[in-house]
């Protein structure tokens, strides 16, 4: 009986060969235990980890000295969001970002009170503690309980909270809560390729660069080029205390400058 190979036949088969799966590819070496060769029989598949999965987010507060993080609430922060980060001459803030800005209060209403009903993202206000006043705004998003990995985003600073100790503070506050008291492993800040201040900020903040995800997104009608930072749960020890020493109050002179760098 004469065997023919069709072409699909002769593209699976080649198919295999190249894969050469574990156990089975032709030029693999075998481990000669009576020699004490070190080749191991098993693949690397990385460190065996607690598989149990962390908890969610709560809507909770969290306080700092300078800020509060407090679960988005309109009533409560609506006005005070929208005269520091939503009036016309804040139309700068929202380049970066899904939202905004915003044609009149009533729009931004209405997609705040959107904001505060998610649970993914999960917003919080940031509250100036010595005024009472909601100076911006940020998410902890894309939260993965089963991998224990989670995001900080949708971040948005007024004029009045930027280059502030309160703003770092905010940060320390999120990250503190995901590591400490979710247990995390794994803490992402990503942003648009093209944001340098964001960019500038996650590595200021102990964030790890890990690359540029390649038309990975289409906002308001542009293509977005995305990096990606992150940090570990092996790292926030060394994170922590850095922002321990940063936020220190001796590390502010009496105009509140600070004496030694964060990064």
Request: glycine share 8%.
């Amino acid at each position: 009986m004469l065997l023919v190979r069709s072409p699909l036949t002769r593209l699976w088969t080649r198919s295999l060969s190249c894969c050469s799966v574990i156990g089975h590819g032709a030029n693999q070496r075998r481990p000669d235990r009576r020699k004490g060769d070190p080749v191991t029989a098993d693949p690397a598949v990385g460190p065996a980890v607690d598989s149990r999965p962390a908890p969610r987010p709560g809507r909770v507060v969290l306080d700092g000295r300078d800020v509060s993080l407090e679960p988005l609430d309109p009533p409560r922060h609506g006005d005070s969001l929208f005269e520091t980060t939503a009036r016309p001459e804040h139309g700068l803030l929202w380049t970066y970002m899904f939202d905004g800005p915003f044609a009149d209060r009533a729009a931004f209403d209405r997609a705040l009170a959107q904001l505060a009903l998610s649970e993914d993202p999960l917003y919080s206000a940031i509250v100036d503690r010595a005024s009472g006043t909601a100076v911006g705004r940020a998410a902890l998003m894309r939260i993965d309980p089963a991998h224990r990995v989670i995001e900080v985003g949708s971040i948005v600073y007024s004029p009045r909270l930027q280059r502030t100790r309160g703003a770092t503070e905010a940060m320390y506050l999120l990250a503190r809560y995901v590591f400490e008291e979710l247990g995390y492993r794994r803490y992402e800040w990503k942003c648009h390729a093209l944001n340098e201040r964001s960019r500038s900020a996650a590595l200021r903040l102990g964030f790890t660069f890990e690359g540029i995800f390649r038309q990975h997104l289409i906002i308001k009608g542009r293509s977005r080029d995305t990096a990606w930072f992150s940090m570990l749960d092996s790292e926030w020890p060394d994170r922590k205390a850095r922002f321990g020493r940063w936020l220190a109050p001796d590390n502010f002179d009496r105009e509140g400058r600070q004496l030694a760098p964060l990064s």
